[in-house]
């Protein structure tokens, strides 16, 4: 019996050569994955503050604006409190108090949504319509749910 003989050069090339196309191919798809799913995850929405078909606009988002209340959004995966008053015209301040990332979404009526709202962050909305609004951190929505009641 005769023991085999190594690789030649040439074809230690071209092994070479046939693994970096299979990595290429690889990564390229990588890449397009990766792409077509910040895509989609970028969305085509509307805007903050416009209005959901069928409903008028609650209010509108404000920025450093004095708070008349304030909703504390915790590393307990809590709204605190879970329900708050606040006067037609008043600034309801929604305040990320810890380092986890949370959401609010108005689930009727609104399209005064926030999905970035990392730990430290406040968002704050001034309230044009009196009514009852709910809202719920999607994110969390077993335990994170509450009400705005504007009067």
């Given at each position: 019996?005769s023991t085999p003989k190594p690789p030649t050069r040439a074809h230690r090339?071209?092994?070479?050569?046939?693994?970096?196309?299979?990595?290429?191919?690889?990564?390229?798809?990588?890449?397009?994955?990766?792409?077509?799913?910040g895509a989609v995850a970028c969305g085509n929405g509307p805007p903050h503050?416009?209005?959901?078909?069928?409903?008028?606009?609650?209010?509108?988002?404000?920025?450093?604006?004095?708070?008349?209340?304030?909703?504390?959004?915790?590393?307990?995966?809590?709204?605190?409190?879970?329900?708050?008053?606040?006067?037609?015209?008043?600034?309801?301040?929604?305040?990320?108090?810890?380092?986890?990332?949370?959401?609010?979404?108005?689930?009727?009526?609104?399209?005064?949504?926030?999905?970035?709202?990392?730990?430290?962050?406040?968002?704050?909305?001034?309230?044009?319509?009196?009514?009852?609004?709910?809202?719920?951190?999607?994110?969390?929505?077993?335990t994170m749910k509450g009400t705005v009641s504007v009067s």
């Amino acid at each position: 019996m005769s023991t085999p003989k190594p690789p030649t050069r040439a074809h230690r090339i071209a092994s070479a050569a046939m693994k970096d196309r299979v990595l290429h191919r690889w990564a390229t798809l990588g890449i397009g994955v990766c792409l077509a799913v910040g895509a989609v995850a970028c969305g085509n929405g509307p805007p903050h503050g416009s209005q959901k078909p069928g409903g008028s606009p609650i209010g509108t988002v404000v920025r450093d604006m004095p708070a008349d209340a304030t909703v504390k959004a915790t590393d307990s995966l809590l709204f605190s409190p879970t329900s708050i008053t606040v006067k037609v015209g008043g600034v309801l301040e929604f305040d990320n108090s810890g380092s986890v990332f949370h959401n609010v979404t108005f689930t009727d009526h609104s399209d005064l949504d926030d999905s970035n709202f990392p730990g430290g962050a406040k968002w704050q909305i001034k309230f044009t319509r009196a009514g009852s609004y709910p809202f719920v951190c999607t994110i969390h929505a077993t335990t994170m749910k509450g009400t705005v009641s504007v009067s």
